[in-house]
């Protein structure tokens, strides 16, 4: 079992920054693929991000390449979403997931644990 919790969530203006943490507990990220999930109002849970156990590959929805990075520390416990360039489609609740197998998953089926999300919102 994984835990995870999201953070950093917030209001922000266009074109504006929010870096998003996801802290796990209960067993080490270390041996899991993590990514990042967001749903807007009225819309399916869609990829936004995804990074293979050791972070040397990451994947990203074409709708933020360019603008979002993602990260870990394996030894914190933590993933990071760095969000940059922020428009007002971002808005969203953004979920933090842990994957038990390899590489860099961007369906939300290959997801064994999910945090309880934190609101995004980007105002025009």
């Known amino acids: 079992q994984v835990q995870l919790a999201e953070s950093g969530g917030g209001l922000v203006q266009a074109g504006g920054s929010l870096r998003l943490s996801c802290t796990a507990s209960g067993r080490t990220i270390s041996m899991w693929s993590m990514g990042w999930f967001r749903q807007a109002p009225g819309k399916e849970r869609e990829f936004v991000a995804s990074?293979?156990?050791?972070?040397?590959?990451?994947a990203f929805a074409d709708s933020v390449k360019g603008r979002f990075t993602i990260s870990r520390e394996n030894a914190k416990n933590m993933v990071y979403l760095q969000m940059n360039s922020l428009k007002p489609e971002d808005t969203a609740i953004y979920y933090c997931?842990?994957?038990?197998?390899?590489?860099?998953?961007?369906?939300?089926?290959?997801?064994?644990?999910w945090g309880q999300g934190t609101q995004v919102t980007v105002s025009s």
């Open positions: 997931a842990a994957d038990r197998w390899l590489g860099v998953p961007k369906q939300s089926d290959d997801y064994d644990f």
């Open positions: 990074i293979s156990r050791s972070g040397l590959s990451t």
